[in-house]
C-alpha cells in the first residue's frame, strides 16, 4: 500500500510518454498521407483536359476540316478499317468513324465532345475519377494528337499525355477516395524533376552567349510566345533585376528540383512555391497554352494533405474552447465564420487566377 502512490506516479509518467509519442508518430504520419492531395491533383488534371479538348474543338474546322489548313482526310484517306495500319503507322481511334458514319473531321469533333464531358465528369464527381476514366481521357488525346500534326506538337501537348497516362496510376481502379499512399505521385514528382532539370541544362547545354552571359532576359519578354501587356513592363526593368532573374531560373531550374526528393518536409515545401511563383510569374508575362497551368499541377505532390489543407483552413479551428457557455459558442461561431471566409476567399482567388489564364490563353 506505501508504494501505490509512486506506482500511480509511474503509471501517469509513462501513460504521458506513450501518449506524446503517439502524438509525434500521428503527426508524422499525417505528413506523409497525401490522400486529399491525390484528389486535387486529379481533379486539376480534369479540369485541363476539359480546356484541352475544349480549345481544339473550336479549331477544328479552321485546321483540319476540308478548307482547313491542314485537312485531315488528305491524312486518313478512309475508305475501311485498315486494322494494321491501326497499330503500326497511325494510333487513333479515328479509324474506327467510318462505323459510326462519321469522316474524319467530324471524329475528331465527337472525341473533344466525349472528352470534354468526361472530363468535366470526373472534375465534379469523386466516384468517376477511376484508372478507366483517365485511361479514357488519355487515349482520346492521344488519338487526336496523332493527327494533329504541327498544331498538336507542342510541349505541353506531349506533358499533358505524359502527365494523363500517369494519373492512371494515380486514380484509384474504381473511383473514390485515392488510396494515402501513392506510388502514382512519386512518379508525378519524377516527371516535374525531368522536366524542370532538362529545362534548366539545356539552356547551358546550347551554349547560346546570352544564358551565360545572364543577358536572356533583355529578349525573352518581347519574342516570346504572345506576350501579354505585362511583359512590356518586365522588359523595361532595370538591368540587374533581369540578370537577377536568369540566376534566378537557373536556381529554380536547376538546384531547386532536387528539394522534390529530400526527406526535410520544409525543403519539399520550399521546391513548391518557387516553382508554382516561377510558373505564375512566366503566366503573368507569356502565353504558352495551359502548359504553366499543368506545371503547377504537377507540383502538388510536393505537398501533403497536412500542408494542403493548411492553405484553405484556419489553423485556429482546432483550437475551439470545450464549455458550452455564451462566450464560448460566440468564439466558436466567430472561428468557424473566419474559416469560413478564408476558405471563400482562397476559392474566389483560385477563381479569379483560372479565370484569368483562360482569358490570356483565348485572346492573346
Request: charged share 15%.
Amino acid at each position: 500500500p506505501r508504494n501505490l502512490p509512486c506506482l500511480a506516479k509511474r503509471a501517469r509518467r509513462l501513460s504521458f510518454r506513450c501518449s506524446t509519442n503517439l502524438s509525434v508518430d500521428l503527426r508524422k504520419l499525417k505528413e506523409k498521407m497525401q490522400s486529399r492531395v491525390a484528389g486535387v491533383f486529379l481533379q486539376c488534371i480534369s479540369g485541363i483536359f476539359v480546356v484541352a479538348f475544349l480549345s481544339l474543338y473550336c479549331q477544328i474546322p479552321g485546321l483540319y476540316g476540308r478548307n482547313g489548313i491542314l485537312p485531315i482526310h488528305r491524312l486518313l484517306p478512309i475508305s475501311e478499317i485498315p486494322s494494321e495500319k491501326f497499330f503500326t503507322k497511325t494510333p487513333t481511334l479515328l479509324w474506327f468513324m467510318p462505323s459510326l458514319g462519321l469522316d474524319p473531321e467530324h471524329g475528331m469533333e465527337l472525341m473533344c465532345i466525349i472528352g470534354c464531358a468526361l472530363g468535366g465528369l470526373t472534375l465534379l464527381w469523386e466516384k468517376a475519377r477511376s484508372s478507366i476514366s483517365y485511361f479514357i481521357l488519355w487515349l482520346l488525346y492521344l488519338s487526336v494528337y496523332q493527327v494533329g500534326q504541327t498544331f498538336l506538337w507542342f510541349q505541353w501537348d506531349i506533358l499533358l499525355l505524359e502527365t494523363g497516362f500517369l494519373a492512371v496510376f494515380v486514380a484509384p481502379a474504381f473511383g473514390g477516395r485515392p488510396a494515402g499512399y501513392n506510388v502514382g505521385l512519386w512518379l508525378v514528382k519524377w516527371l516535374l524533376f525531368r522536366l524542370m532539370f532538362a529545362s534548366g541544362v539545356v539552356k547551358l547545354t546550347s551554349h547560346c552567349p546570352t544564358w551565360w552571359g545572364l543577358t536572356a532576359l533583355d529578349y525573352h519578354f518581347e519574342s516570346q510566345c504572345i506576350p501579354t501587356p505585362l511583359a512590356w513592363h518586365f522588359h523595361h526593368l532595370p538591368e540587374w533585376f533581369r540578370r537577377l532573374g536568369v540566376v534566378g531560373t537557373y536556381v529554380i531550374e536547376i538546384a531547386a528540383p532536387f528539394f522534390f526528393f529530400l526527406p526535410v518536409r520544409s525543403l519539399r515545401l520550399l521546391g513548391f512555391w518557387l516553382q508554382v511563383i516561377f510558373q505564375l510569374s512566366i503566366i503573368a508575362t507569356g502565353n504558352y497554352n495551359f502548359f504553366n497551368a499543368l506545371t503547377c499541377v504537377l507540383c502538388l505532390p510536393l505537398l501533403d494533405d497536412q500542408a494542403l489543407g493548411s492553405m484553405f483552413s484556419s489553423s485556429s479551428e482546432s483550437r475551439a474552447p470545450k464549455t458550452y457557455s455564451l462566450r464560448a459558442v460566440s468564439a466558436v461561431v466567430g472561428q468557424k465564420t473566419g474559416a469560413f471566409l478564408n476558405k471563400a476567399v482562397s476559392r474566389i482567388a483560385l477563381f479569379s487566377v483560372s479565370t484569368l489564364v483562360l482569358y490570356w490563353t483565348s485572346v492573346y
